[in-house]
């Protein structure tokens, strides 16, 4: 059982919107930052968004990401077939000494 | 352009070591960054293993703590892991990631911009 939690699946139609969640506690996502990552199956995971809503050169602006208190939200606008992959949060949960990550969520675009 | 890849046996017999050297190119494991092992059950999520620092301190998963080393060798430019008393569980892809790791008043952004293609390790006799 992962300490962040995301949803296992959201879905949505191409062109449309989808916002994926990722909740925690005060020891991790309240006081330090929020990165996510994007992977297709049998590949390595890539690099989203750090520092709650940096995108790194070559992300599109499609993808954006927020945090607010213990909670942080990675949206996707303008989905496209290709975006559907497994989608995970992470940050440092400063109680355990330890990174962490979500349990991942399924994205399916209809 | 940073590159890491993992190598090791595919194959670990139960209550045996597991050994992973993850290769670096384009940066030097003597700069002040951490290099960090995940890992990846088939069919599950991702786990955080841990991280060894170009000083060769290290932060380790609690819960792996005491099977788990990481170290450095500075004259390849390679860092590697070490997991002991292995079962099935421990079955999983193995990735290595260099960490961008800084902090903004108290609070740390630590964020894996690079990782190796990742490689399966079964547990099995």
């Known amino acids: 059982q992962s300490v962040l939690t995301q949803p296992p699946s959201v879905s949505a139609a191409p062109g449309q919107k989808v916002t994926i969640s990722c909740s925690g506690s005060s020891s991790n996502i309240g006081n330090n930052y929020v990165s996510w990552y994007q992977q297709f199956p049998g590949t390595a995971p890539k690099l989203l968004i750090y520092?709650?809503?940096k995108r790194p050169s070559g992300i599109p602006d499609r993808f954006s990401g927020s945090k607010s208190g213990t909670s942080a939200t990675l949206a996707i606008t303008g989905l496209q077939t290709g975006d559907a992959a497994d989608y995970y949060c992470g940050t440092w949960d400063s109680s355990l000494s330890a990174g962490i990550f979500g349990g991942g969520t399924k994205l399916t675009v209809l | 352009q940073v590159q890491l890849q993992e190598s090791g046996p595919g194959l670990v017999k139960p209550s045996g070591t597991l050994s992973l050297i993850c290769d670096v190119s384009g940066d030097s494991i003597s700069s002040p960054i951490w290099w960090s092992w995940v890992r990846q059950p088939p069919g599950k999520g991702l786990e955080w293993i841990g991280e060894?620092?170009?000083?060769?301190?290290?932060h380790y998963n609690p819960y792996l703590e005491s099977r788990v080393t990481m170290s450095l060798d500075w004259s390849k430019n390679q860092f590697s892991l070490n997991l002991s008393s292995v079962t099935a569980a421990d079955t999983a892809v193995y990735y290595c990631a260099r960490v961008s790791s800084q902090y903004s008043g108290t609070s740390l952004s630590r964020a894996f911009f690079y990782w190796g293609q990742g490689t399966l390790v079964t547990v099995s006799s």
């Open positions: 060894v620092h170009h000083t060769a301190s290290a």
């Open positions: 520092e709650n809503q």
